[in-house]
Each structure stands twice: as structure tokens, then as C-alpha cells.
């Protein structure tokens, strides 16, 4: 059974940063595309960013490019998101995704069948 845990949430101030951590097991994490994802009140669940089986390519959705890092550790089954210069428009609960890595759709949300529970980002101004 897949479980993928998003930890690292919180309140912060604008401009903060802050590092969101998802855990996954079992699967065969290295065989996987994970990504990222948030859904704020009242809005769709939108794409932030993606990153391929062994971290060698990583996507993100343009209007949060250069402010969000996406990266993995396969030896500890984990995949982080760096987030800096945080704005009240990034509060939302940010979700952890999982699909196995066959190179595409990476920013489609129905690609991924796996899904953690989410933790909640919330930027003060």
C-alpha cells in the first residue's frame, strides 16, 4: 500500500522560507515521477513542480519558477520542496504525488494515482 506523508508546513511571514518534506513507501521510489501540488480555498489544485525518477530533470509551473526547488533523496524515499520569498498568495495545502516515471505528463494532476494527505502552508502579510 502507497503512503506518501507531507510534513514541513506551518505559518510563516511573508518572505520566509520553508522546506516541505514527503516520505513515501511502499513502492519502489526510484521508479517513480513525484511532484507537488496545492489547492488553495475556493481553487482548483494546481501544479507547482516535478522531478523524474533519479532527479535528472526537474518542471515547475512557470509563475513559480525561481522562487520553489524540487529535489529527491531515493536512498531515504523522500522528495522535498524548497520554498523562498513566500508570498500570501502561497497559502494553500501543498500535496506530495506519485506516478511511475514513463516521461511525460508530469504537470497533469489526473497522472498521478497516488496522493498524500497534504500539509498546510499559510504566509501572513
Known amino acids: 500500500q502507497v503512503q506518501l506523508v507531507e510534513s514541513g508546513g506551518g505559518l510563516v511571514q511573508a518572505g520566509a522560507s520553508l522546506r516541505l518534506s514527503c516520505a513515501a513507501s511502499?513502492?519502489?521510489?526510484?521508479?517513480?515521477?513525484m511532484a507537488w501540488f496545492r489547492q488553495a480555498p475556493g481553487k482548483e489544485r494546481e501544479f507547482i513542480s516535478a522531478?523524474?525518477?533519479?532527479?535528472?530533470?526537474?518542471y515547475y509551473a512557470d509563475s513559480l519558477k525561481g522562487r520553489f526547488t524540487i529535489s529527491r533523496d531515493n536512498a531515504n524515499n523522500t522528495v522535498y520542496l524548497q520554498m523562498s520569498s513566500l508570498k500570501p498568495e502561497d497559502t494553500a495545502l501543498y500535496y506530495c504525488a506519485a506516478k511511475r516515471d514513463y516521461r511525460a505528463a508530469y504537470g497533469y494532476r489526473d497522472a498521478y494515482p497516488y496522493w498524500g494527505q497534504g500539509t498546510q502552508v499559510t504566509v501572513s502579510s
Open positions: 522531478i523524474t525518477w533519479n532527479g535528472g530533470f526537474a
Open positions: 511502499g513502492l519502489t521510489f526510484s521508479n517513480y515521477a
